[in-house]
């Protein structure tokens, strides 16, 4: 990801929303979007059926390690055009709200994904939370 872009993004949404916005309209309005990409992928799978889930325990085999477990996405299809754009549509808004608790707080986005992009690759696999 271009650190320019984000910090482009970061300020286009500070742009458009009023500074001194309240921190829990922010907040509130962050966790709402996280409800809409998740709500989207419902639908997908409930209403349009693209993608199915089918879930079952993962295979975790004591002794093995991680990166050579064979891990199930219990995920299958893949997303039509129009809910890949909805899905879209919805991680936008998430990532909007993010970088205005970014703004709020006075934290680079870029540095946010910098930071963590140096933990994944220091720490691989057992960084997954
Ligand atoms: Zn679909």
Request: aromatic residues 4%; charged residues 25%; negative net charge.
């Amino acid at each position: 990801m271009e650190t320019e872009n984000l910090q482009t993004f970061q300020q286009q949404v500070a742009d458009l929303l009023l500074r001194h916005r309240s921190v829990l309209d922010v907040s509130s309005k962050f966790q709402e979007s996280n409800s809409r990409v998740n709500r989207a992928l419902m639908k997908s799978v409930t209403e349009c059926g693209c993608i199915r889930i089918q879930a079952a325990r993962q295979p975790f085999t004591e002794g093995t390690p991680l990166e050579e477990t064979n891990l199930d996405s219990h995920l299958s299809g893949l997303l039509c055009d129009h809910c890949l754009e909805v899905v879209k549509t919805e991680m936008g808004k998430n990532l909007f709200y993010l970088a205005a608790m970014c703004n709020l707080l006075e934290i680079r986005l870029d540095e946010v994904v910098k930071e963590e992009s140096e933990k994944l690759s220091t720490l691989g696999v057992f960084n997954m939370r």
